[in-house]
């Protein structure tokens, strides 16, 4: 069986799902992005299905990732966080050595660091 470049929970599908109903020619990219005090931030936008080519890697039929940013994702878990309030997608990323106090950014091994 084929492993997943990333993992995305139950919750998180379900909520990927139900904001591509009102996007349903679209996939939700992720990616990052150098920005914040720790390096990089996460990015979500919407993607046109009809936009996609070889350079992509596609996860559950919602998420797509480029293989640029493979590299700093791999192995990586996308969990949905609930409260009264908001609904947040937080990322569990073993390629992140750190983060800064807020949670906003992070840093990666330097490895990954594209």
Do not use: R
């Not at 073993?94 to 949670?103: D, F, R, V």
């Amino acid at each position: 069986m084929k492993k997943e470049i990333v993992t995305i929970t139950t919750d998180a599908k379900k909520y990927l799902h139900h904001i591509l109903l009102q996007h349903p020619e679209c996939f939700i990219k992720a990616g990052y992005m150098a920005s914040g005090c720790a390096g990089f931030k996460y990015t979500f936008e919407f993607i046109d299905k009809n936009s996609i080519n070889f350079g992509y890697d596609l996860i559950d039929d919602i998420l797509i990732i480029s293989h640029e940013h493979t590299i700093g994702l791999i192995g990586s878990t996308l969990t949905l966080v609930s409260n009264k309030f908001e609904n947040q997608l937080v990322w569990e990323n073993p390629s992140a050595i750190s983060e800064c106090g807020c949670g906003e950014s992070f840093q990666l091994d330097n490895g990954c660091n594209k």
